[in-house]
């Protein structure tokens, strides 16, 4: 049972026309745009097609993770989500179906966006290729989560504004749009935010070595925190449900 839900919430998912095309057009055409024109360029030494295919993956990973939020507020309205509590399947079903549907769509943006990368230019080992993809997917699990919390949090209505602000404000912190920190304080505030060791997944595509410990605590202690959010607000929405 718990598995054709997963599959029944991934289909769902994939026949969200406005989900698919955030998650998967929106970044594509960005970085289509953006690096037809600038092909040849480079940023700081490092190609363009691979600078600008960091962060557009980075981008419409991010935005699949959070848009878990807007669909579980959705069901919470429709009531959906009263009547699964009283069938045989486990909460944590529900949940795991969110964040695997979520986590399949960031996946199929990554290879797309690979994809327009090597149409671009971009080649890299496969060792490279792997460990930066590994640890995208790792550094999306703070935000699956929030995207859980914020859908027990939000109303429908006010989820595309806080989702799409939420998004843009960590991936403009993290580096996403360029580098805004610099050195000094404002670039170790940055630091400690889980978009900017996100975007820095990408790093190991320049030859870079993989995250700190700095980094896996950031992702851990964002992750845990966020975790014990969302359950707040899941058990507060029991209760009045």
């Keep these: 049972?718990?598995?054709i839900y997963v599959r029944y919430e991934l289909l769902r998912t994939l026949r969200n026309r406005r989900f698919v095309i955030f998650s998967f057009v929106f970044p594509l055409v960005l970085y289509l745009a953006f690096t037809s024109a600038d092909r040849h360029a480079k940023l700081?030494?490092?190609?363009?097609?691979?600078?600008?295919?960091?962060a557009m993956a980075g981008f419409g990973a991010l935005i699949a993770a959070i848009s878990i939020g807007p669909r579980i507020s959705a069901e919470r309205q429709m009531g959906w989500t009263r009547q699964m509590r009283i069938t045989p399947l486990p909460t944590w079903y529900y949940?795991?179906?969110?964040?695997?549907?979520?986590?399949?769509?960031?996946c199929l943006t990554l290879i797309i966006l690979y994809i327009a990368g090597l149409a671009f230019g971009v080649h890299l080992s496969v060792i490279h290729w792997l460990l930066?993809?590994?640890?995208?997917?790792v550094g999306l699990l703070p935000f699956t989560i929030l995207g859980v919390m914020l859908g027990h949090l939000l109303k429908p209505d006010s989820m595309g504004p806080v989702t799409g602000g939420v998004s843009t404000l960590f991936l403009l912190i993290g580096g996403g749009f360029g580098n805004i920190g610099g050195h000094g304080l404002l670039h170790k505030i940055f630091e400690l935010i889980p978009s900017y060791w996100l975007i820095r997944a990408g790093a190991v595509s320049l030859g870079g070595s993989p995250w700190t410990l700095e980094g896996w605590l950031v992702i851990v202690l964002w992750t845990a925190a966020f975790a014990f959010l969302a359950r707040l607000v899941y058990l507060r929405?029991?209760?009045?449900?």
Aim: proline share 5%.
């Design 132 to 137: 930066m993809t590994g640890l995208f997917l």
């Design 44 to 54: 700081g030494g490092v190609p363009f097609p691979l600078y600008y295919m960091i």
């Design 237 to 241: 929405d029991t209760v009045r449900l």
């Design 95 to 106: 949940f795991t179906a969110k964040i695997v549907a979520g986590y399949a769509i960031a």
């Design 1 to 3: 049972m718990g598995l």
